[in-house]
């Protein structure tokens, strides 16, 4: 999952060596970084600062996000969280060509990567869409909420609407993530979405002075087809992340009852 001198895992180096530039986005646990915490907690106790009437809106990543983000990626410990090779912080010229494939119209469909932003257009977090395989349809999903957006349902109503876009738009057939094994929220949000435990990687990932389990989880296009729904009832509506506008039919998380059966 972590491809030679990249800042975050990436589900290629598992995979049959490449002899192109490494894609320095292919994330296994970037997904981690926003959710990252050892403590036990229930579906209550994660939505514990309500927001009443917020948006926030997915839109294609600038250039102008990674400069805002790479002041996140300099705590050391969420970075060895969710990124198996890298240990040192990188400065924002370094950020800005890592993630330089991700704001790149010439990637193709390799990668899809999202800006979350709130009503006054400020960045939020990252969500996206990784190793993108139109033969084998599936891709690596990945999810980063800025600190101070954390646990206020944000991440899990982003991720959904990302499962929608994979499935609904891109037609792929399946999604994978990965985790490190102490990392219990992203092990919790993932089984909310309807994701399954695949494999473990046996002591994969070294932090902290010691290795941790590397699990992989994945999600078939049916089985989020019909999680979908339950899902939806147990959001609040008083807080939506959404592609455009609120309006917009069918892309809004958590959707309205009628397009609770994905099309």
């Known amino acids: 999952m972590v491809a030679e001198k990249t800042l975050f895992p990436t589900l290629q180096s598992y995979a049959v060596p490449r002899k192109t530039k ?17 403590k036990e907690t229930s579906w209550e106790e994660r939505e514990i600062r309500p927001m009443s ?6 839109r294609p990543l600038e250039k102008a996000d990674i400069a805002v983000a790479s002041c996140w990626f300099q705590d050391v410990a969420d970075l060895a969280c969710f990124d198996r090779s890298a240990r040192a912080p990188l400065n924002s010229a370094a950020t800005e060509q890592a993630w330089e494939a991700a704001v790149d119209a010439a990637g193709g469909m390799r990668q ?14 990252i969500a996206g869409l990784e190793a993108i395989s139109p033969v084998n349809r599936d891709a690596v999903i990945a999810l980063f909420i800025g600190k101070e957006r954390r646990r206020q349902g944000i991440g899990i109503r982003s991720m959904a609407l990302v499962l929608d876009f994979a499935f609904r738009q891109l037609g792929l057939n399946r999604v994978t993530s990965y985790y490190r094994e102490d ?13 399954e435990t695949e494999g473990r990687m046996r002591r994969a990932w070294f932090a902290e002075g010691q290795c941790f389990d590397m699990v992989a989880v994945g999600i078939l296009r049916e089985e989020w087809d019909a999680h979908r729904e ?4 147990k959001l609040k509506a008083d807080l939506a992340v959404c592609f455009g506008s609120e309006e917009t039919p069918g892309w809004v998380w958590p959707p309205c009852p009628s397009t609770y059966t994905a099309g």
């Open 22 to 38: 490494p894609c320095y986005n292919c994330f296994a646990g970037f997904f981690i970084l926003g959710l990252h915490g050892r």
């Open 53 to 58: 009437g917020c948006l926030f809106t997915l």
């Open 112 to 125: 899809c990567w999202f800006a979350i932003a709130a009503d006054g257009g400020e960045l939020a977090g």
């Open 183 to 195: 990392n219990t929220r992203t092990r919790n949000l993932t089984e909310q979405l309807g994701f």
């Open 230 to 233: 339950g899902l939806a009832r």
